[in-house]
């Protein structure tokens, strides 16, 4: 559990600095951006499977294929699913749709806290139910003050979930599954950076590009990678209410690049960021809980000890 937990706030926090980072890929336009982001993350990627020993899933899959063909059907309806995300994650700071965007990491949370409870019957805490009632303040506010929903909105509140309630029907959870979500899209990724334009002209006229480029494909592997393993580790309510941390913090990163909050915005943020402040409160206090019962454990087998002399 603690591993998932550190796993979504890296994770969480590796996404905000990505969502500020686009700033220096200018001057490419979000098709190059997510065709470089996705060139340069393949590889980073493969780098941090071999880190985390899980490498032979990319086998595991290839072999699938083979098995029953009819499964490579599934895996490109799954890199479409992943991948469109990730390219709209970069679209929307770049043609100032951020605040859009990250609305769209607000519902997420609560979608997924729904299938949850009602795909997999899983159950809330206290603490948990004050946290979704909170968000779902924020969120309906948010919803009730802009009268609609943009498409980047809903897309990205309902696609991710599918997303990953697929991937645990698949049985492709794994790290080994989201590279060949990436692996898929290369196609599309080389065209968007050769055919569709010649961003090879523009790198060379920026050689700074080559750096962010590294860095983009660097940050996506660490945040993505992170993200994909959470997932795993993590019950899909827990994995829900914890993708709040990100939101917020694409929430700082549009603010940070000039994306103006209007008085009656902070209606929908402050109880989103009171939901978060009781999901760090109960994690804290389950913490401290967690290291009194083996600081009591051990002083009782250290007692039992004592009397065996």
């Given at each position: 559990?603690?591993?998932?937990?550190?796993?979504?706030?890296?994770?969480?926090?590796?996404?905000?600095?990505?969502?500020?980072?686009?700033?220096?890929?200018?001057?490419?336009?979000?098709?190059?951006?997510?065709?470089?982001?996705?060139?340069?993350?393949?590889?980073?990627?493969?780098?941090?499977?071999?880190?985390?020993?899980?490498?032979?899933?990319?086998?595991?899959?290839?072999?699938?294929?083979?098995?029953?063909?009819?499964?490579?059907?599934?895996?490109?309806?799954?890199?479409?699913?992943?991948?469109?995300?990730?390219?709209?994650?970069?679209?929307?700071?770049?043609?100032?749709?951020?605040?859009?965007?990250?609305?769209?990491?607000?519902?997420?949370?609560?979608?997924?806290?729904?299938?949850?409870?009602?795909?997999?019957?899983?159950?809330?805490?206290?603490?948990?139910?004050?946290?979704?009632?909170?968000?779902?303040?924020?969120?309906?506010?948010?919803?009730?003050?802009?009268?609609?929903?943009?498409?980047?909105?809903?897309?990205?509140?309902?696609?991710?979930?599918?997303?990953?309630?697929?991937?645990?029907?698949?049985?492709?959870?794994?790290l080994g599954g989201f590279w060949w979500d990436l692996f898929l899209i290369l196609p599309v990724a080389i065209y968007l950076a050769t055919v569709y334009s010649d961003s090879?002209?523009?790198?060379g006229q920026f050689p700074h590009l080559i750096w962010a480029v590294l860095g983009l494909g660097f940050l996506s592997a660490l945040g993505l990678g992170s993200y994909i393993?959470?997932?795993?580790?993590?019950?899909?309510?827990?994995?829900?209410?914890?993708?709040?941390?990100?939101?917020?913090?694409?929430?700082?990163?549009?603010?940070?690049?000039?994306?103006?909050?209007?008085?009656?915005?902070?209606?929908?943020?402050?109880?989103?960021?009171?939901?978060?402040?009781?999901?760090?409160?109960?994690?804290?206090?389950?913490?401290?809980?967690?290291?009194?019962?083996?600081?009591?454990?051990?002083?009782?087998?250290?007692?039992?000890?004592?009397?065996?002399?």
């Amino acid at each position: 559990m603690y591993k998932g937990v550190a796993l979504s706030v890296l994770a969480s926090v590796t996404f905000g600095v990505l969502y500020f980072y686009t700033q220096f890929l200018k001057p490419l336009d979000s098709e190059q951006t997510f065709a470089w982001r996705m060139l340069a993350t393949l590889p980073f990627l493969t780098l941090f499977m071999w880190w985390t020993g899980d490498l032979k899933h990319i086998t595991e899959i290839f072999k699938r294929i083979f098995k029953q063909p009819t499964f490579l059907i599934w895996l490109i309806i799954s890199s479409l699913l992943c991948t469109t995300q990730l390219w709209l994650f970069l679209w929307g700071p770049i043609n100032g749709r951020g605040l859009e965007v990250s609305l769209g990491y607000f519902l997420l949370p609560l979608v997924m806290v729904l299938i949850g409870c009602v795909l997999y019957k899983e159950k809330l805490s206290k603490w948990q139910i004050a946290a979704v009632v909170f968000a779902s303040i924020g969120v309906g506010h948010e919803l009730w003050r802009m009268g609609s929903i943009a498409w980047e909105t809903a897309y990205v509140a309902v696609a991710y979930p599918v997303y990953f309630f697929l991937r645990r029907a698949f049985k492709t959870d794994h790290l080994g599954g989201f590279w060949w979500d990436l692996f898929l899209i290369l196609p599309v990724a080389i065209y968007l950076a050769t055919v569709y334009s010649d961003s090879f002209a523009l790198i060379g006229q920026f050689p700074h590009l080559i750096w962010a480029v590294l860095g983009l494909g660097f940050l996506s592997a660490l945040g993505l990678g992170s993200y994909i393993l959470a997932s795993r580790y993590l019950p899909f309510v827990i994995f829900g209410l914890l993708s709040y941390l990100e939101p917020v913090l694409l929430a700082f990163a549009s603010i940070a690049l000039g994306e103006r909050v209007e008085a009656a915005e902070w209606f929908t943020y402050i109880p989103i960021w009171l939901a978060v402040l009781l999901l760090v409160l109960e994690g804290s206090i389950h913490l401290v809980k967690q290291q009194r019962k083996q600081k009591s454990l051990a002083q009782n087998l250290e007692n039992y000890q004592d009397r065996l002399k």
